[in-house]
Structures are given as C-alpha cells and as structure tokens.
C-alpha cells in the first residue's frame, strides 16, 4: 500500500525556493514511478514533473524545466521537487503521486497524497 505525505510548502517572495517533499509510509516505493502535479485557484490540476522508479529518466512541464528538479531517495521512501525561481504563476497546491511509469497525465496515477499549499507573492 503507498499512502504519500507532502511538505515543504509555505509563503515566499518571488525569486526565492523551495524544496518539497513527500514520504510514502508504506513498503513498496521503490517500484513506482512518481509524479509532481499542482492546481492553481480556479484552475485544473495540471503535470508538473515525474520521475521513473530509479531516478534515470525525468520529465518536466515546459514552464518548470529548468527551475524545477526532481529527485528521488528511495532509501527514505522520499521524493523531492526542489523549486527555484519561483515566480506568482507557479502558486497553487502541490501534489506527488505514484503510478506504474513515467506518465505526465494525472489519470494514470494510483495514488495521491493531500497536497501542500506554495505561494508565491511579486
């Protein structure tokens, strides 16, 4: 079972970074791809990056790459987004989830955690 934990969200000037992070507390994230999504107010959920199982292939939004990485630590059971930057667009709540690979569409992913909030101010 993966049951995901974010955190690392927070209120920050424009320019500045973050690092999100989000636990799964099971025993099996080793096997699963996993993705970062976000939502802005009054808008859809969209991909924001995704990493394979072992960390060898990425994939990013056009307007994070180059700002955003994502990482893994599968011996912590973690994945990381580190965020520098930032800028008003990229606030919303952000979201990892697993799936089977390296999907950039949210439907093909099997689980979620709860989301932690970024905002980002001018």
């Known amino acids: 079972q993966v049951q995901l934990v974010e955190s690392g969200g927070g209120s920050v000037q424009a320019g500045d970074s973050l690092r999100l992070s989000c636990v799964d507390s099971g025993s099996t994230f080793g096997k699963y791809a996993m993705g970062w999504f976000r939502q802005a107010p009054g808008k859809e959920r969209e991909f924001v990056a995704t990493?394979?199982?072992?960390?060898?292939?990425?994939q990013y939004e056009d307007s994070v790459r180059g700002r955003f990485t994502v990482s893994r630590d599968n011996g912590k059971n973690t994945v990381f987004l580190q965020m520098n930057s930032l800028i008003p667009e990229d606030t919303g709540v952000y979201y990892c989830?697993?799936?089977?690979?390296?999907?950039?569409?949210?439907?093909?992913?099997?689980?979620w955690g709860q989301g932690t909030q970024v905002t980002v101010s001018a």
């Open positions: 990493i394979s199982w072992n960390g060898g292939r990425t």
């Open positions: 989830a697993a799936a089977a690979t390296t999907y950039t569409v949210q439907w093909r992913y099997d689980y």
